[in-house]
C-alpha cells in the first residue's frame, strides 16, 4: 500500500479526489497519486488516505456556517505556458510569491450563507436549493456581503481573494491546465462538457509543438449551477474553483508585470474600472475554466453566472 503520511504539502497536491459516493469506499472511490496520472489506490486504501488528506487541511467554521481552509504561503507560476491548449494572450506566464498565508472558504457562497448575511434571495436558479451557489450578484453587492459579514463578526479579516491568491489555490501545487490534470472531467467540474479542450484552433496547431497538441474527451452538459461540494476538491480541499460559478476576485483587471512579483494586487482601482473573475461556469468551454483563465467584468454588473467565495485572513 502507498504510504502517503511522509509526503510533503507539494507533493501531497498531487493527490487527488475523483470521484464522490462510492459504495465501501466512505464517499471516495479513488485517489490518484501524481497529478491524477498514477495508479489508483483500493477501495480499502482509500479510506486512508482520505484520512491522511483530511488531517493535512487544518480549516476553520465561522459563524454563519462558511468552512475555511488554510493555504499555505508559497510560490508558483501564474499564468499558462505558450504551449497550454486554448489559451489566452493575457496569461503572461510570470512567477509569484505569496507570502502569507490565508483561509479559503471551501465552496462558493451558497444561497442560504448569503441569506442569512444579506436577508434577500437574489439567485436566478432558486430551485437549485439552498447550498446551491448564490448567483446573480455583482462584484460591488459581493463586497457588500463581506461588509457586513465582518460587521456581524466584529471583525475586518474577510475579503475577496486577490487574482494570485485565486489562482494558487485553485492550482493546488499543479502546472497544469486544470487541478485535475491536463483535461477536466464534468465528474469533477460542473461545466459545459460538449467543448472540452481540443487541438481545433488552427491558428494554435501552427503554433504549438506536436508534443503538446492533444484532444480531450467530451462530457455531459449539466445546464444549470449545482449544489456545492458535491463533485471532486482540489487537493488543497477547495471545491469548485473549475465551473459552476465564476467567481469574483479583489482587483481591478489589467494586464500582468513581465517579471516576478510578491503578493500582486492588480492596477490601482479607478471609479468603474472592470474587475477579474476567474474559473468558468456550468455554462463555459473548457477552455475559459482553466486556472490561469481570466476575464474582466463591471463591477456594478450582476449575472446568474457568477458568484464567489470569501477568504478569511489569519
Given at each position: 500500500m502507498p504510504v502517503l503520511s511522509h509526503?510533503?504539502?507539494t507533493l501531497l497536491a498531487a493527490a487527488v479526489v475523483l470521484v464522490f459516493s462510492a459504495a465501501g469506499c466512505a464517499s471516495i472511490e479513488e485517489v490518484y497519486i501524481g497529478m491524477n496520472d498514477g495508479p489508483p489506490l483500493l477501495k480499502d486504501e482509500c479510506r486512508t488516505a482520505r484520512d491522511m488528506i483530511k488531517k493535512r487541511l487544518k480549516k476553520k467554521t465561522n459563524s454563519v456556517g462558511m468552512e475555511f481552509v488554510y493555504i499555505e504561503p508559497g510560490?508558483?507560476?501564474m499564468g499558462s505556458p505558450v504551449h497550454e491548449l486554448q489559451r489566452f494572450s493575457n496569461e503572461h506566464l510570470h512567477e509569484v510569491t505569496i507570502s502569507t498565508g490565508f483561509y479559503l472558504q471551501t465552496t462558493e457562497v451558497t444561497q442560504k450563507q448569503w441569506l442569512a448575511v444579506m436577508g434577500t434571495r437574489p439567485s436566478h436558479f432558486m430551485g437549485c436549493g439552498e447550498e446551491c451557489p448564490v448567483e446573480n450578484i455583482s462584484w460591488e453587492q459581493a463586497n457588500e456581503f463581506i461588509r457586513k459579514l465582518n460587521e456581524m463578526e466584529n471583525t475586518d479579516k474577510y475579503r475577496l481573494p486577490t487574482e494570485a491568491e485565486w489562482e494558487y489555490a485553485c492550482r493546488a501545487g499543479t502546472e497544469t491546465p486544470f487541478a485535475f490534470g491536463k483535461c477536466l472531467s464534468t465528474k469533477n467540474a460542473n461545466y459545459d462538457g460538449r467543448y472540452p479542450l481540443s487541438v481545433d484552433m488552427a491558428a494554435q496547431v501552427r503554433e504549438i509543438d506536436p508534443e503538446h497538441l492533444y484532444r480531450c474527451p467530451k462530457g455531459k452538459f449539466r445546464g444549470e449551477p449545482i449544489p456545492v461540494g458535491r463533485l471532486a476538491p482540489n487537493a488543497w480541499g477547495l471545491y469548485?474553483?473549475?465551473g459552476n460559478v465564476m467567481e469574483y476576485c479583489a482587483d481591478v483587471y489589467g494586464p500582468y508585470p513581465r517579471g516576478a512579483v510578491t503578493d500582486p494586487a492588480g492596477p490601482l482601482p479607478l471609479p468603474g474600472?472592470?474587475?477579474?473573475?476567474r474559473g468558468g461556469s456550468w455554462a463555459s468551454d473548457a477552455r475559459y475554466c482553466r486556472s490561469a483563465a481570466?476575464?474582466?467584468v463591471h463591477p456594478a454588473s450582476a449575472s446568474y453566472l457568477?458568484?464567489?467565495?470569501?477568504?478569511?485572513e489569519k
Open positions: 509526503l510533503p504539502r510560490v508558483f507560476q469548485d474553483m473549475h474600472d472592470q474587475r477579474v473573475t481570466r476575464k474582466a457568477r458568484g464567489f467565495r470569501v477568504l478569511m
